[in-house]
């Protein structure tokens, strides 16, 4: 139980494409879900927090209107990435609690995105 | 600020040894410390949670302790396998606090 799935696994486009990435969590309902950014030997950044039927919650220095998050149901949480550039370049993950606050998170296996 | 260290540094073991991996933190008062593995290209998958008022948990080979005077975690693998060469990372959170993820320690266990 508690799979998260999230798609698409691996970008590659041109500067200036808004890239979409979704994350689904399949067999438990998720009020919250987590988007991290993860550099190579780095430790997960946590990005924002998505609260279904909620604005996200973006961590300091993370740029809202840069990182689009839609919670839009239960199992659904959306990452999108507006008109990247080569910086934006890295291994994104979600994740999402099962359970409430204070229980272990269950991730995906993450979006590998470069820009170009 | 809030700090967790983990051995950056890769640790190499002999198949069927006991991996004994560190997680030590300075700045906080977590409530509890979970522990992930992360295979390479792929998201953490979690491994064992325990709560500041237990000391130890364990799941088949896996042992966790939790020691809030020294702030340290332990994580042991007994009789590792080559199967278990990952990436381990310990994870703090508290309360309405957002949880917090060392580093990680790259374990490679040689056959």
């Known amino acids: 139980g508690a799979v998260v799935s999230q798609h698409p696994s691996r970008v590659i486009c041109k500067s200036g494409t808004s890239v979409k990435i979704e994350c689904r969590s399949l067999?438990?309902?998720?009020?919250?879900m987590f988007w991290y950014r993860q550099f190579p030997k780095k430790s997960l950044m946590l990005m924002a927090t998505s609260n279904e039927g909620s604005k996200a919650t973006y961590e300091q220095g993370v740029e809202k209107d840069k990182f689009l998050i839609n919670h839009a149901s239960l199992t659904l949480s959306t990452l999108t990435v507006t008109s990247a550039h080569p910086e934006d370049s890295s291994f994104y993950i979600c994740?999402?609690?099962?359970?409430?606050?204070?229980?272990?998170?269950?991730f995906g296996d993450g979006t590998r995105l470069s820009i170009l | 600020s809030q700090k967790i260290e983990q051995n950056s540094e890769a640790l190499n073991i002999q198949e069927g040894k006991t991996a004994t991996l560190t997680c030590n933190y300075t700045?906080?008062?977590?409530?509890?410390l979970q522990w992930y593995r992360q295979d390479p290209g792929r998201g953490p998958v979690f491994l064992l949670l325990i709560r500041e008022n237990e000391k130890e948990k364990r799941k088949e080979r896996l042992k966790v302790t939790f020691d809030t005077t020294l702030k340290q975690s332990l994580f042991h693998i007994t009789a590792s396998q080559p199967a278990d060469s990952a990436t381990y990372l310990c994870?703090?959170?508290?309360?309405?606090?957002?949880?917090?993820f060392g580093i990680g320690t790259k374990l490679q266990v040689i056959p």
């Open positions: 067999d438990f309902q998720a009020t919250t």
């Open positions: 700045n906080y008062s977590p409530a509890y």
């Open positions: 994740s999402a609690e099962q359970g409430g606050m204070n229980q272990p998170q269950h």
């Open positions: 994870a703090l959170g508290s309360g309405y606090q957002k949880v917090t």
